[in-house]
């Protein structure tokens, strides 16, 4: 069968370099060919916030030449390591191998022991762009930290009520420190101590503070599953896994009462804290209810053509919150095939029974194509990247870019996570509504 | 004129052109090293991530509203789809232009394609991605680890061309074969030159300029109209049909040597349409070279000059006034070389000091063997020796020269070098749009945005004081070219 990637949503295992990124003064170390961290990062975070503390443009990097390809590469990747100790103020530093290297067989693992013995940990990630996407990639990362940084440290004590964070994914995910900071905030009103290793001045401090977690909690189809399972291996904490990004009343009320019960919090405390923010929360779509309901081209039906997380967050927001019926939902963030089926059936729980058909696929060629062929009785909301634009404009539909490549929009702190993320969906996918006529 | 232009590929520059990626010195010292083999290129025992070429060739084709590119390569590398998507729909919106048969596609490899081969797959992509979007010519670009496993790029599309009926090509732009990523764009203009142009027909009254967006057409199309020719801006919003008339049009001009050398050198080699050596058109004296040449070229001395006579009366007052203003000024600049020497250029008439210069690369000379005109100028006019480095991109040297220099501002055109500056207090202007400096009003608008810069420091102060620089002190007190090896003098 034809291999054909077309409107690519993903790239390659390397653009784990975010992950990495978003881990405040941790340092990618690339070894690599000289455009792989440029491009990435500029097809990832977009204009969505790329640079920080370090920048892709600052990214340690062996630039592989032909040199390297036939000589081997390993004494250059060996020089790379030791400069950017000299050079680089970070608190971790990750090598990350790309596809030359791996092929000519560079080991990495063997250059990158020279230095484990250093002030500053080098931990090293095999992330040839041909062995996986970025989201896998995602996953390597978190595990070379466990495994060659964290499980090599003392045994420290767990600390009631302290809970990792996993899900977001930072750069691929356009809002993940909204997303991450919004997590920890309900974390934190129902009363337990969020640890979130990405964003803003975290950083090695609460990488440290991983194993002494009461449980990890992953907000996520499946990116992370890896992570919070040797996680369980290594320092025995256990895990709770809710596939769904809670948007908007209805997701997040359910996520608290999961978490709270999951945590041992007094259901009192959950429910509290529920009824206060859905009072906010209907305060808001009462007053704006009008707009929502005589508004004339806003759809009924919607599709979208994003990754497993998104699909699936944003989908249960507009079923179980917003009452719209699903049509198809595509993902395209070539979602491993071992998670496939459950993530097929978390599209059969909505309210009432309904029920979303779910198709995986790179091919956006494809699956404009279905879309155009799809009645949706009505103009359609499509809501996926920029490249849903054209499209929805030629089908008459609503339309909303809020996955990579996103394009035309900035985005700083913005969330679409709990009460407050799922206003700012809704004003979000109105603002297009409402350039349309009415 | 060593080069030719019909070869299989375009060669990297280092051993086409010598071009480097490493030197440390001064202006005239560089000038001084350039014949006889020199200069040397210096290498980095460290370095930090630059671009590739095919960034830079994929990029320049993305924005031919009817071609596709076809990149044999793992998913990451075609994420200049993601980068180019959407701009070229804007761009191609701006001249009402229908863009729907230009595409981007690519064909995963993975794991077992860098085991068996995948030319196979690569096959049915190329027909399946003509069955799609039916695009007038298909470029099959290659990557890093297509070229490593020795996939044949060129018998794949051999083969295909008794298929199809248009024109499709193979663009060798492998990321590992030079350090300077403007290599891409010779990739992607030998694809042009060689695969898309046709030998001329008749001869058009059109200008081929190469440029990048074209962000000055409606200013350019009314001068070209004092020398009876029109504009064709390459490559983006062109066409196939277009492109394969180059060979036509009358003259070609650039407005960025590095860009330019190789299709514009080349359509003078194969076709005889003459390439205009004249400096870039930034600030005064690039403006009248640039037209003054041109016109040349044309049989039309006499009107360009006019022309050029009756707009300096309009604007020479008030460049000087704002020149009033920004004289004494000490400047950094960071730039590739065409647009560096171009700036530094127009700065000068500015009356502000170079004190610190980093090309991202050196092409000592260009396709046709000559020394770049804006170097050359620079050599002969600039009232200082100023210290001259090529960089590569490195931000770690950059730091430490702005840190050292202490210029009042700091003038750059890359992704992501820009904000490094103003994180030292410095304020910095990116000078992205290639025609910020164009002409004489180009030239007043910019010294205004200078101006306004140094007097605002709001944003770079509030900036640098709260935020901390990613090196440490052991760094932040070498010189900048501690990690140059191989000898050679330091600035």
């Given amino acids: ?438 | 004129m060593g080069v030719s232009f019909r070869g299989r590929e375009s060669e990297a520059r280092e051993s086409r052109l010598g071009s480097v990626t490493g030197y440390c010195g001064t202006l005239r010292g560089l000038y001084a090293e350039t014949g006889c083999g020199g200069p040397s290129d210096r290498q980095r025992c460290y370095s930090q991530a630059s671009l590739c070429s095919a960034a830079c060739a994929l990029s320049i084709l993305s924005y031919i509203t009817d071609a596709a590119i076809v990149h044999h390569s793992p998913s990451g590398c075609a994420v200049t789809a993601m980068q180019v998507s959407n701009n070229k729909d804007q761009l191609a919106a701006k001249l009402g232009l229908d863009n729907s048969k230009s595409c981007y596609v690519c064909t995963d490899m993975n794991e077992s394609d860098t085991v068996f081969g995948a030319t196979e797959n690569l096959r049915e992509v190329v027909l399946e991605t003509y069955r799609r979007y039916k695009p007038n010519a298909i470029f099959v670009a290659a990557s890093c680890v297509s070229g490593v496993i020795g996939e044949d790029l060129g018998s794949v599309v051999e083969d295909l061309k008794e298929e199809l009926d248009i024109p499709i090509a193979p663009i060798h732009c492998e990321g590992f074969k030079s350090k300077i990523w403007a290599s891409g764009f010779d990739a992607a203009f030998h694809a042009i030159l060689n695969s898309i142009v046709k030998p001329p027909e008749k001869k058009r009254n059109i200008v081929n300029v190469i440029n990048f967006f074209g962000g000055a057409r409606k200013e350019i199309t009314e001068i070209f109209k004092n020398l009876g020719v029109e504009p064709l801006f390459l490559l983006s919003n062109t066409n196939i049909e277009q492109l394969s008339r180059l060979s036509e049009s009358v003259a070609t001009v650039s407005t960025c040597g590095t860009l330019g050398t190789y299709l514009g050198n080349g359509l003078q080699e194969k076709y005889g349409v003459p390439y205009v050596r004249s400096l870039q058109p930034h600030g005064i004296a690039g403006f009248e070279s640039w037209l003054v040449e041109l016109a040349k070229a044309l049989g039309k001395e006499a009107e360009a000059r006019e022309y050029l006579a009756l707009e300096k009366e309009k604007y020479l007052p008030k460049i000087e006034e704002a020149k009033k203003k920004l004289t004494g000024l000490r400047a950094v600049i960071g730039m590739g070389p065409g647009f560096n020497f171009n700036t530094t250029r127009a700065l000068q008439e500015l009356g502000i000091e170079i004190v610190y210069s980093a090309a991202w690369h050196f092409d000592k000379q260009y396709d046709d063997g000559l020394a770049p005109a804006a170097f050359k100028y620079l050599v002969d006019h600039s009232p200082n020796d100023y210290n001259l480095s090529v960089n590569d991109l490195q931000n770690q040297e950059l730091v430490n020269i702005l840190k050292r220099v202490k210029p009042d501002i700091y003038f750059s055109r890359h992704v992501g070098s820009t904000v490094w500056a103003m994180k030292l207090g410095i304020p910095a202007l990116c000078v992205y749009d290639e025609y910020a400096i164009f002409g004489y009003r180009g030239l007043l608008n910019f010294a205004y945005s200078i101006l306004d810069i140094v007097t605002n420091r709001s944003f770079t102060e509030n900036l640098s004081k709260r935020v901390k620089l990613p090196y440490t002190d052991w760094w932040l007190k070498q010189n900048n070219s501690h990690f140059l090896i191989d000898g050679g003098v330091t600035a």
């Fill in chain 1, 1 to 438: 069968m034809i291999k054909i990637l077309d409107q690519p949503r993903y790239v390659c295992a390397l653009g784990a370099m975010q992950t990495v990124q978003g881990i405040y003064r941790g340092v990618p170390v690339l070894h690599a060919g000289p455009g792989c961290a440029g491009k990435l990062a500029a097809g990832i975070a977009g204009n969505n916030g790329d640079s920080g503390y370090i920048s892709p443009q600052i990214y340690p990097c062996s630039n592989v030449t032909e040199k390297e390809i036939i000589f081997g590469g390993e004494e250059r990747l060996a020089e790379t390591i030791e400069n950017a100790l000299r050079v680089v103020d970070g608190d971790i530093f990750v090598v990350l191998s790309g596809c030359t290297a791996e092929i000519v067989g560079d080991d990495i693992a063997k250059v990158s022991s020279r230095f484990a013995n250093m002030e500053k940990p080098v931990v090293y990630v095999e992330t040839a762009g041909f062995k996986g996407n970025n989201l896998e990639g995602h996953e390597w990362v978190i595990n070379a930290i466990i495994e060659q940084y964290l499980a090599k440290k003392p045994v420290k004590e767990k600390v009631k009520g302290l809970v990792n964070i996993w899900g977001p994914v930072p750069s691929y995910d356009p809002f993940w420190v909204g997303n991450i900071r919004e997590l920890e905030k309900l974390l934190i009103e129902i009363g337990l101590t969020p640890n979130a290793i990405f964003g803003e001045y975290r950083g090695i401090e609460n990488i440290d503070k991983i194993p002494q977690a009461e449980f990890n909690l992953l907000v996520s189809p499946w990116v992370g599953l890896k992570n919070v399972k040797l996680l369980e291996e290594k320092f025995q904490t256990p895990y709770l896994h809710y596939p769904t990004l809670p948007i908007g009343a209805f997701e997040t009320g359910k996520f608290l009462r999961t978490v709270g019960k999951y945590a041992g919090v007094d259901v009192e405390v959950v429910e509290a804290v529920i009824e206060r923010h859905e009072k906010e929360y209907y305060y808001h779509i009462e007053r704006t209810s009008d707009v929502f309901l005589e508004n004339r081209t806003m759809s009924r039906r919607f599709s979208t053509v994003t990754n497993a997380t998104d699909a699936l967050a944003i989908s249960k927001f507009l079923v179980n919150d917003f009452g719209l019926v699903p049509e198809k939902q595509y993902i395209t963030d070539d979602t491993p095939e071992e998670y496939r089926d459950s993530i097929e059936k978390y599209f059969t729980e909505f309210e009432y029974g309904i029920e979303a058909k779910v198709t995986f696929s790179k091919d956006a060629y494809r699956i404009h194509e279905e879309i155009r062929n799809c009645d949706y009785f009505g103009p359609p909301l499509i809501i996926g990247s920029i490249f849903e634009k054209k499209l929805t404009k030629e089908l008459s539909g609503n339309f909303l870019a809020v996955s990579v490549p996103i394009k035309e929009r900035l985005i700083l702190h913005s969330s679409y996570v709990g009460y407050h993320g799922g206003l700012r969906l809704l004003e979000d996918i109105y603002t297009y509504v409402l350039k349309q006529f009415n």
